[in-house]
Every structure is written in C-alpha cells, then in structure tokens.
C-alpha cells in the first residue's frame, strides 16, 4: 500500500503508535452524526458524535504535542503546519463546492446569509456567526449549508491556543501535567455548566463551553504520559463494555439534553474510558479496527464537512423536507464523496514531499482570498440583489420583492414609532404628539403586534401610532420590565388622553392547548410529521391576557384585542417553494391547524362578548374575509414571511383590508383614515 493511504506509517513518521480502534470510535461519531441530519427515527442523540469527536480531538493532538516535544522540542511551527495541511483544503474545497450551489439555488436574502456563514467558515470562526444568530436545534438548522463548521471553528481555537498553553507547563514542572490536565478539566467542566445554565447558546458554540471535553481527552494522553499502567484483561474489558454502554445511550436515548455541560458527561466520559481501556481489551479493539469502520474513521473529517451542506442543498432543490429515502440517499452520497476527498485530496497534500510548503501555502491564500472576498461581496451586496433583479425570472422576482422591506417602507417619524422602551424621553415625546395631533393609536402585543403596526403605518395616515410590541410580550406578562406595560399605565393614568385607542393582538396558538394540556410550539406545529390534533383554546391563557387590559381600559382609552388570523405554521422554505412553484395554496393550511383557529376565534368572540370582560373583540378572520386558499400566497406574491408573520406584502394586504372593515368602528375608522 502507498505511503499516503498507510495511516500506520503516517503516525510513524510523528514517532506515534497508530491505534485502529481511534478510527472504528471514528466511525460510529460520523455514522451518528451523519444519521441523526438524515432524521433516522431513534437515534435523537447522534448529534453527541461531535462531543466523541472533541474527545478523540483533544486526545490526539496532547499525545501528538507530548511525543514532538519530548523527541526535540515543540515545534509551533512543525505543528500548525500539520493541522494547516490536515484541515484547510479539505474545508475550502467543500466551501468553494457551496458557494457554486449558494448561487444556483439562492434568492439574494438567502445569499446575504449564507454568505455571512461562508465568512465564518472561511475565517475559522464560525461558532461565533452561529452563536448570535442561530440556535443549532433552531427547526431551520437543517437548511444552513455551513452550520456544522462550528465544531471546526473550535477545534481550530483549540489548536491555536492549546501548545501555547501546554508548551509553558510542560518547561515548567513536566512530571505534574497529568495533575494539572485534569484540574483544567474539572475547572473547564465547572465553567461549562455555569455557562450552560445561564447562557446555554455560548456554551454550546463556543470554546469555553467545549474545552472541557478536548481535555479530557487531554487528560488520557496526561495519563498515558506520566506512565500510568493500563487496567488488566478483565478489568479492560469491564471498562470498554461501559464506555461503549454510556455512549450509545448517549446516541440513542430518547430526548436528551442538549447541554454542552454536565448533559454531555456520560458521552465524554464514556469516551474517554474507552480510549484508555481499549489497547488493554484486544476483542472490543479488533472489532472498532476492523477494516469498514477504519476507512469509515479515517475519512470522517471529509464525510463531517460534506454530510450538512447535501442535504441543505437537497431541501434547498425540492425547496422542501425531503422524504426519509432522499435524506440517507444524500447520506450515503457524502460518505462517497467523503471517501474520495480523504483518498485524492486529504492525503496527497498532508504529504510534504509531494507538495512543498512554498506552493500549499500560495494555493490555501489564493483560495482563502477568492472565498472571503466572495464572502464579502454577497454580504455587502444583499446577496448580489440587483444582478438578480435584473437576470432572474419575473416570477422570481415578485416573489422575493414580496419579502423585501425596502419595497414597502415603513415611513416612521416623530409621532409614527416603535420605542424601545418607555422611558422618561419617550413619554415626553408621547406628550409632544399628543399636543401636535391629539390622542392617537398605540399597538400592543408580541412579534404579531408588530406586524400590526407595521401595516397599520404602511396602509393608514394617521400621524400618531405608537408600537409597544416585541416578541413574547402578551398582556399576560404585565410586570415584564422589557415589555413597559407599568410604564404605560403610569403615563396613562397621568396622562389619559394620550391614546384613544389600544389595539392589542397577539400569536394565536400562545392561547392553544393540545391533547397533553401543553401549549404547542412552534416547532410542533410546523412540524408535518407531528400529527398535531386536539387542539383547543386555553381559557386559562386567555383569562391571563385581561387584566391588563381591563386596566388599561379604566385608564382612559378604547381597547380593541383583535384576534389571530390563522397561521400556516409552515416552514418558510416550504412557503417560498409553494410560491416559487405558484402551487394550489389550498395545501398551505394543514385542516386540523384550520379547525384550531376557527374555534380559537369563535371562542375568543364569546368570552370578550361578557359585558365583564370590557374589550372589546374584533375577528380578524371575519373582518379581512381570511380564505386560506388565496392569503398564504398567490403566483405574485407571498404573504408570510414564515409560520406565523406577515411578509411585507401581507402587511399591506392585510392591513387595507382591515382598514375598510372598520367602517362600522366609528372610533377606529375615524382614527385610521385610509392612503
């Protein structure tokens, strides 16, 4: 076998014991992994391959720092070169393979984003793009080509920090480094959780929620180092049948927790057990080594990178969830792909001899450069908007300007705005507006409110509308410092006049139950395969929403709750796809989601109909005349920007319709004169 296809060798050339069994735990991650995105059934913890990766990670690259530096000294130099060579062409290629489909497949606003993405990637610091904008368990992360380059963004972190930190304690006291590894690790395992408790996303993205688990593998190759005797036959046998329990309950168990503290213990610590105990236990060791899941293991880091950006592309093709048939399908194809790229790209330029460090480095440049710059361009440009505009189909193009802000403009000013809050500089400039136009319109709710408001400034002339709406402020939670409703009552009762109507609405399935007598969420409800049925109007949330409303009532102004249209709850992508295709928009409102918001709507009319209640209802449904199969979507344009929010064109449709429905609202119609 050629030297760059002999892995043993390979090791051998960095003075290193090549262990087959590394590659066969390998194997089972990027299976995990790579099953868990494709959606198999019964395996909702896969994605904890990449905390066994972290492990092996951290294990591999001590035991590489403690051989180099104990044979002639670490070499910085030597090392990053090795992982230079060892990561980038790889990464780039998939990148460069990306950005062609980002191109093919994209609308500009999705451009912009994956472009964003791609400059993370490129840069090596993707976990930070992740950690500010996207949840990884977000229903919409399956759709992010470069999502899974955060894990390589920390281990690149990990690399660049580690011999710098390593390379000091081990001139320094090199018989205590065990001792120390595992006093790091516990402290980085301290912090994890902490982090985790409090801000779960920087745990899960980024280095200090991740370095735990890189040393404890850290620790093994401490331990191995200091010369610690590996456990007898029986007792190695004992502890890898442990190790291999504890990570595939890891694997498979139904429901786990997504930490990246205390959660990933059993995973971590199983595998740490099992890269300790398996030189010791030769049939467990022969089993992981066999030939199948060496090659799996060895290619790994090729089927890691192509596996997430596949089946993006696939969803992004069909502009919709694949079946489970076309997911492993495309699964299958990235360990193909994978396979190739370790035995034609990965090795031949890992190999000094055959490509000189001169020319590696002027190629990864050039490329790097090419990719940023193109990351760059897409960003600042909108996703390349107006060649779009100008080349795509008009179909396309009605569609995407449908979804764009800049073709409705909001026309805010002095007396038409959304606050931030309410502080003493707003309620002054509430008062100016009052004393300019008389008493106006304030708009209150969650992230619904604020689309009223919206329409409500694109469809009407009234000068004085106030939005006091933000995402998760129903009127249920009346002393939510973010919200400012204490402070709108203080400046109601001093000042009563300052509104003559509050229009409040808000997210209709907040006030829904199902079966269980748990609210649904949002990612339930837009989940096809949910089967969600049984659901019903929770009189309890809806009771919740009155007081604050009855006190706002005995403040001064007229209170109008204008109910919930029916909301799709579809995936954005699935929406556009529908629109793109101008399919039959009758399929846009799944029936039971239908049923759901017709009884929500009646029901709601009943109870705000008691004289005790004191607000007054006003049903979107009826009074915009809501027909599901024309007010998702038509051919032109599209009306939900996703499941529960109106695009920018459906805050002008929806808005002049309720507008002309106000007639027989004497104090709304006279408030809300029409463009």
């Given at each position: 076998?050629?030297?760059?296809?002999?892995?043993?060798?390979?090791?051998?050339?960095?003075?290193l014991?090549?262990?087959?069994?590394?590659?066969?735990?390998?194997?089972?991650?990027?299976?995990?992994?790579v099953?868990?995105h494709?959606?198999l059934?019964g395996?909702?913890?896969?994605?904890?391959?990449?905390?066994?990766?972290?492990v092996?990670?951290?294990?591999?690259?001590?035991?590489?720092?403690f051989?180099?530096?104990?044979?002639?000294?670490?070499?910085?130099r030597?090392f990053?070169?090795?992982r230079?060579?060892?990561?980038?062409?790889?990464?780039?290629?998939?990148?460069l393979?990306s950005?062609?489909?980002?191109?093919?497949?994209?609308?500009?606003?999705?451009?912009?984003?994956?472009?964003?993405?791609?400059?993370?990637?490129?840069?090596?610091?993707?976990?930070?793009?992740?950690?500010?904008?996207?949840g990884?368990?977000?229903p919409l992360?399956?759709?992010?080509?470069?999502?899974?380059?955060?894990?390589?963004?920390?281990?690149?972190?990990?690399?660049?920090?580690?011999?710098?930190?390593?390379?000091?304690?081990?001139?320094?006291?090199?018989r205590?480094?065990?001792?120390l590894?595992?006093?790091?690790?516990?402290?980085?395992?301290?912090v994890?959780?902490?982090?985790?408790?409090?801000?779960?996303?920087?745990?899960?993205y980024l280095?200090?929620?991740?370095?735990?688990?890189?040393l404890?593998?850290?620790?093994?190759a401490?331990?191995?180092?200091?010369?610690?005797?590996?456990?007898?036959?029986?007792?190695?046998?004992?502890?890898?049948?442990?190790?291999?329990?504890?990570?595939?309950?890891?694997?498979?168990?139904?429901?786990?927790?997504?930490g990246?503290?205390?959660?990933?213990?059993?995973?971590?610590?199983?595998?740490?057990?099992?890269?300790?105990?398996?030189?010791?236990?030769?049939?467990f060791s022969?089993?992981?080594?066999?030939?199948?899941?060496?090659?799996?293991?060895?290619s790994?880091?090729?089927i890691?990178?192509?596996?997430?950006?596949?089946?993006?592309?696939?969803?992004?093709a069909?502009?919709?969830?694949?079946?489970?048939?076309?997911?492993?399908?495309?699964?299958?194809?990235?360990?193909?792909?994978?396979?190739?790229?370790?035995?034609?790209?990965?090795?031949?330029?890992?190999?000094?001899?055959?490509?000189?460090?001169?020319?590696?480095?002027?190629?990864?440049?050039?490329?790097?450069?090419?990719?940023a710059?193109?990351?760059?361009?897409?960003?600042?440009?909108?996703?390349?908007?107006?060649?779009?505009?100008?080349?795509?189909?008009t179909?396309?193009?009605a569609?995407?300007?449908?979804?764009?802000?800049?073709?409705?403009?909001?026309?805010?000013?002095?007396?038409?705005?959304?606050?931030?809050?309410?502080?003493?500089?707003?309620?002054?400039?509430?008062?100016?507006?009052?004393?300019?136009?008389?008493?106006?319109?304030?708009?209150?709710?969650?992230s619904?409110?604020?689309?009223?408001?919206?329409?409500m400034?694109?469809s009407?002339?009234?000068p004085?509308i106030?939005?006091?709406?933000?995402?998760?402020?129903?009127?249920?939670?009346?002393?939510?410092?973010?919200?400012?409703?204490?402070?709108?009552?203080?400046?109601?009762?001093?000042?009563?006049?300052?509104?003559?109507?509050?229009?409040?609405?808000?997210?209709?399935f907040?006030?829904?139950?199902?079966?269980?007598?748990?609210?649904?969420?949002?990612?339930?409800?837009?989940?096809?395969?949910s089967?969600?049925?049984?659901?019903?109007?929770?009189?309890?949330?809806?009771?919740?929403?009155?007081?604050?409303?009855?006190?706002l009532?005995?403040?001064?102004?007229?209170?109008?709750?204008?109910?919930?249209?029916?909301?799709?709850?579809?995936?954005?992508?699935?929406?556009?796809?529908?629109?793109?295709?101008?399919?039959?928009?009758?399929?846009?409102?799944?029936?039971?989601?239908?049923?759901?918001?017709?009884?929500?709507?009646?029901k709601?009319?009943?109870?705000?109909?008691?004289?005790?209640?004191?607000v007054?209802?006003?049903s979107?449904?009826?009074?915009?005349?809501?027909?599901?199969?024309?007010?998702?979507?038509?051919?032109?344009?599209?009306?939900w920007?996703?499941?529960?929010?109106?695009?920018?064109?459906?805050?002008?449709?929806?808005?002049r319709?309720?507008?002309?429905?106000?007639?027989?609202?004497?104090?709304?119609?006279?408030?809300?004169?029409?463009?």
């Amino acid at each position: 076998m050629r030297h760059a296809l002999n892995p043993s060798r390979d090791h051998q050339s960095q003075g290193l014991t090549y262990r087959r069994e590394i590659d066969g735990l390998r194997a089972l991650s990027i299976l995990a992994v790579v099953l868990y995105h494709a959606g198999l059934p019964g395996l909702s913890g896969g994605f904890r391959g990449v905390d066994i990766f972290f492990v092996i990670s951290g294990y591999l690259i001590t035991r590489m720092l403690f051989v180099t530096s104990s044979q002639r000294g670490m070499d910085l130099r030597d090392f990053y070169e090795r992982r230079a060579r060892r990561i980038l062409p790889a990464l780039e290629m998939m990148l460069l393979c990306s950005t062609v489909a980002a191109v093919l497949l994209m609308q500009p606003d999705e451009l912009r984003i994956f472009c964003r993405e791609l400059g993370g990637a490129v840069l090596l610091s993707a976990n930070f793009v992740y950690w500010q904008t996207s949840g990884y368990f977000n229903p919409l992360s399956d759709w992010m080509p470069l999502l899974h380059t955060w894990s390589l963004a920390v281990e690149e972190q990990f690399y660049l920090l580690w011999p710098l930190l390593l390379l000091p304690l081990l001139r320094i006291s090199p018989r205590r480094v065990p001792v120390l590894l595992v006093a790091l690790a516990l402290l980085a395992l301290i912090v994890a959780q902490l982090l985790d408790t409090r801000l779960p996303r920087l745990a899960f993205y980024l280095l200090p929620g991740r370095a735990w688990e890189l040393l404890a593998g850290a620790c093994v190759a401490g331990m191995e180092r200091r010369g610690v005797a590996r456990p007898g036959p029986r007792t190695a046998i004992a502890l890898s049948g442990l190790g291999l329990l504890a990570v595939f309950a890891s694997l498979l168990w139904p429901n786990p927790p997504h930490g990246a503290g205390l959660a990933a213990l059993p995973v971590v610590l199983g595998t740490a057990l099992l890269l300790q105990a398996l030189p010791a236990a030769p049939a467990f060791s022969q089993c992981l080594g066999a030939a199948p899941l060496r090659w799996l293991g060895l290619s790994s880091y090729s089927i890691y990178l192509w596996h997430q950006p596949l089946g993006a592309w696939l969803r992004y093709a069909v502009r919709d969830e694949p079946p489970l048939a076309l997911r492993l399908t495309a699964a299958g194809l990235a360990v193909i792909i994978g396979l190739a790229s370790w035995r034609w790209l990965e090795q031949p330029l890992r190999d000094r001899r055959r490509v000189p460090l001169r020319p590696f480095l002027i190629g990864i440049t050039v490329s790097t450069l090419l990719l940023a710059g193109f990351a760059a361009a897409g960003f600042y440009t909108k996703g390349f908007e107006s060649l779009f505009l100008r080349y795509a189909p008009t179909s396309h193009q009605a569609i995407y300007r449908s979804l764009s802000r800049e073709e409705y403009p909001l026309l805010e000013g002095r007396c038409r705005f959304m606050p931030h809050g309410l502080a003493n500089a707003t309620a002054e400039r509430i008062r100016e507006c009052f004393h300019l136009h008389g008493s106006g319109l304030l708009v209150m709710g969650d992230s619904r409110a604020q689309d009223l408001y919206r329409a409500m400034l694109l469809s009407s002339s009234q000068p004085f509308i106030v939005g006091l709406a933000y995402p998760g402020c129903q009127a249920e939670w009346q002393h939510k410092k973010s919200c400012g409703y204490d402070r709108l009552l203080d400046l109601l009762q001093q000042q009563p006049d300052s509104f003559a109507v509050v229009l409040y609405t808000q997210a209709g399935f907040h006030l829904m139950k199902d079966s269980k007598d748990q609210q649904p969420s949002r990612n339930v409800l837009a989940d096809p395969r949910s089967g969600m049925r049984g659901l019903r109007i929770d009189p309890m949330r809806v009771n919740a929403q009155l007081p604050l409303l009855k006190e706002l009532q005995r403040a001064g102004p007229l209170v109008y709750w204008l109910g919930p249209l029916m909301e799709p709850h579809r995936d954005p992508q699935q929406l556009r796809r529908m629109a793109l295709d101008c399919s039959p928009s009758g399929n846009a409102l799944r029936p039971h989601l239908q049923q759901a918001f017709q009884s929500l709507d009646q029901k709601l009319a009943l109870r705000l109909a008691n004289p005790e209640a004191a607000v007054r209802y006003l049903s979107a449904q009826q009074r915009m005349q809501f027909d599901p199969n024309r007010d998702v979507f038509d051919c032109r344009r599209l009306l939900w920007r996703d499941g529960d929010h109106w695009s920018p064109a459906g805050e002008v449709e929806f808005g002049r319709r309720l507008l002309r429905s106000l007639a027989d609202e004497p104090p709304l119609a006279a408030l809300l004169p029409s463009r």
